[in-house]
């Protein structure tokens, strides 16, 4: 099994280029790499965020990290995005993706991930409205898709989350979603299943089981979001603190259903308040665990 990181820890503390690189191969022991749009905005002006890109590549490069895509963090899933109410702040969200992909052209990446976005209240409960705005974000997905293949990407990864207001949330919807976009878009749409949000209890009852959503969803599957939970909330803990994924679980339910090839990105948010020292400390902790137990 192959443990890689999304840079989600460094943000707000380790933001120059050669430091962290040095970190996560050396002191965390893996090559592959998340990038999140945390640490560079794909609606800074493009001469300047781009040149910070290519910063963050010969950085990685020369440490032999293979950053495999660039993911929406913190700052980019606040929006409603595709999901928006009006017609405007939709074409603004499909700018901002596009300027994502330009990014993640100018970092050597050959993918983009994210949520897809958040609906109102009211549209999120209203079935008509819900299935509107559906069809309005697959033709936006579709559109996506010709700009990033003209770009030079090679695939688009979409995360599901566990809220109701949002799609996909469940293996369903999620398997709904890649059948209705399979054969549509001029490079292949993906999945990305975070452990905590397939095992979120509140919103998925029986269906937070994640030998389900790979039952249901394996052949569109990419890789995964790694982070312990204790199943109530989108904890996103590292694993010094006790949940219920288990190292155990994770390798029995990866070898079952024969996806121990896909890369397991630990993605870790912590409080912005938190120490350094403790961070570093903790993530390294981790790493340790996960390399041990699982590769």
């Not at 995360?159 to 709904?176: I, Q």
């Not at 006790?242 to 912590?270: A, F, H, M, P, R």
């Amino acid at each position: 099994m192959k443990v890689g990181l999304n840079l989600s820890f460094a943000v707000k503390r380790w933001l120059e280029p050669e430091q962290l690189a040095f970190m996560v191969r050396n002191d965390f022991k893996t090559k592959y790499v998340q990038f999140t749009w945390d640490l560079l905005n794909p609606w800074w002006p493009s001469g300047q965020r781009d040149k910070m890109a290519r910063n963050w590549s010969k950085a990685f490069a020369r440490e032999e990290i293979i950053l495999d895509g660039t993911f929406g963090g913190l700052a980019s899933y606040t929006y409603p995005q595709l999901m928006a109410r009006t017609t405007e702040e939709r074409k603004i969200s499909l700018e901002f993706f596009k300027r994502a992909i330009d990014m993640t052209v100018a970092l050597g990446a050959k993918s983009i991930g994210t949520p897809l976005g958040g609906m109102t209240h009211n549209d999120a409960y209203n079935k008509t409205r819900r299935q509107e705005i559906y069809q309005i974000v697959l033709g936006h997905i579709r559109e996506l898709a010709i700009y990033a293949k003209q770009s030079g990407l090679e695939k688009i990864i979409i995360e599901p989350t566990p809220l109701y207001t949002e799609f996909p949330s469940d293996p369903e919807s999620t398997l709904k979603l890649m059948q209705d976009l399979e054969g549509t878009t001029d490079i292949p749409v993906r999945v990305l299943v975070d452990w905590g949000h397939a095992l979120f209890k509140p919103l998925l009852k029986n269906k937070a089981d994640m030998d389900l959503w790979l039952k249901t969803c394996q052949n569109y599957i990419e890789c995964f979001h790694l982070q312990q939970t204790d199943g109530q909330l989108d904890r996103h803990w590292d694993f010094t603190k006790q949940g219920i994924i288990s190292l155990e679980l994770i390798k029995e339910i990866t070898e079952k259903n024969k996806v121990s090839d896909l890369i397991q990105y630990l993605e870790v948010i912590y409080a912005f308040e938190e120490t350094d020292e403790d961070v570093y400390q903790n993530l390294k902790k981790t790493m340790d665990l996960l390399h041990g137990s699982l590769e």
